[in-house]
């Protein structure tokens, strides 16, 4: 698979830098980066989440989404809302009472995310703001600026094929991204080219890196 994915080290960077910055709407964008890596939604579907639907998927135990918002519009996704991401989600909650005090709420619902159109009326935050957000992000963490919020839905897929300890890692990352076919899975069956490194690494004990022995063995080649 290209890498369109945030590996480890590059999800704990993004993260640290939002973090460090004090300032509502960077506490608003660290929880809604951290609720989007957690659960790999479609940044289309999440950002169309109001405040109700996430207090009863906080009351619940699952977040639920209407197959209206979901791709294809077939059936409904489901999130199970872990430890981690209850934090961000109850965040997000008291985030949106806070930061939109004051506003008339659209007819669909309380955003769980509030921004504001062009005519200065707020809303959601918009798809394009979200992208814009999180390049800023990326940019300020010195990670790859092509970045988009569909990176993190990859990212989810990533992280369950590594930390998963069951038999069918595969088919885990299946039903937690909502893919109705396995095939569509596959492709986090593949491995970038640093991890298949990495790990050679590990299991052969190399020292040296294999960009760093092309180099040599053409030096002396020639």
Known sequence: MQKRYLTE????RLMLGV??????????????????????????????LTVPMV??????????????????GRR????????RLRTHLEALVKLSNELGAGCVVPAEGQPLVWGRDVAGIAGALSVRSYEARLKQW????QLDARISPHWLRHTRGMNIMRRSRGNNPLKVAQIALNHSSL??????LDMSREEFERELQ?????????????KVAQGVAA
């Open 9 to 12: 080290l590059e999800q704990s």
């Open 19 to 48: 973090s460090k910055v004090n300032d509502p709407l960077a506490q608003r964008d660290y929880h809604w980066i951290g609720a989007l890596i957690l659960t790999g939604m479609r940044i289309q579907e999440f950002s169309r």
């Open 55 to 72: 207090q009863q998927a906080l009351a619940l135990g699952w977040l639920v989404s209407p197959k209206e918002y979901c791709k294809g």
């Open 76 to 83: 409904c996704n489901e999130y199970l809302v872990t430890a």
């Open 138 to 141: 990326a940019v300020h963490a």
């Open 183 to 188: 095939k569509s899975t596959g492709i986090y």
């Open 202 to 214: 590990l299991v052969d004990g190399g020292r040296v890196p294999k960009k760093v022995a092309r």
